[in-house]
């Protein structure tokens, strides 16, 4: 796993600045859709917490916090097995929105630690396969479908739509492009997800 320094570095002075103290509110962001990883797809659930950086009258309105992103997706050399890979990643998010108030397009940008873990289910393919005559060959697979876990990080760019629905309401729809590195004997490091849900803005007292 090779997290760069100097970003979380960055990031870290951001949070940590006065700036991000005397902003207002903060916004809870929340979506459900399909992510493809390791040319597996399946369900996926993204959500960030962030603080503006700007008034959101605006018309280019900065935003930053944290985020997490789960997916529960199958496996390329095993289609059929239920439990699939499960996908967890937690960290920064930088967002630009274009439009003022809750309308209008944004541009984000996520960086993530990575999670990928595939549960241990042997028993039930040694008997599936001898049932059905087929010998296990599990050295054959590729390193990232294989039983276990692994650490990694993820950065990438998310383009979305915002409609208004209310004063602190809105409706979103996304499409996020991401380049993940996991497993060191893999060769797949692309990703991408759509998600759809609800944006809410916390008014400060």
């Known amino acids: 796993m090779r997290i760069p320094p100097l970003l979380m570095l960055f ?5 940590s600045s006065p700036a991000w103290a005397q902003r207002p509110g903060v916004q809870l962001e929340a979506g459900l859709g399909y992510a493809r ?6 369900i996926s659930f993204a959500a960030a917490l962030e603080r503006p950086l700007s008034d959101r009258s605006r018309r280019l309105q900065h935003a930053l916090g944290g985020s997490v992103w789960y997916a529960h997706t199958d496996l390329a050399s095993n289609p059929d097995d239920p439990d699939g890979r499960h996908t967890v990643g937690v960290g920064f998010r930088y967002q630009l929105g274009i439009g003022r108030s809750s309308t209008g397009l944004f541009l984000a940008v996520p ?3 990575l999670h990928s873990s595939i549960p ?14 087929i010998p296990d060959v599990p ?5 990232e479908d ?4 692994a650490w990694g990080w993820g950065a990438g760019l998310e383009l979305g739509l915002r409609l208004g629905l209310g004063e602190q309401l809105s409706a979103q729809s996304s ?3 991401l380049y993940q590195d996991i497993y060191d ?11 759809a849900g609800l944006t809410y803005h916390f008014l400060s007292q």
């Open 11 to 15: 990031l870290t002075a951001i949070l």
């Open 146 to 149: 294989r039983i276990g876990s």
């Open 37 to 42: 990883l390791f040319d597996g797809g399946g």
């Open 139 to 143: 050295g054959e697979r590729p390193a």
């Open 175 to 177: 499409v996020q492009g």
């Open 111 to 113: 960086v993530q630690l």
């Open 185 to 195: 004997a893999s060769r797949q490091h692309g990703a991408w997800s759509w998600h």
């Open 120 to 133: 241990d289910r042997t028993d039930v393919v040694s008997a599936n396969l001898a049932t059905h005559g």
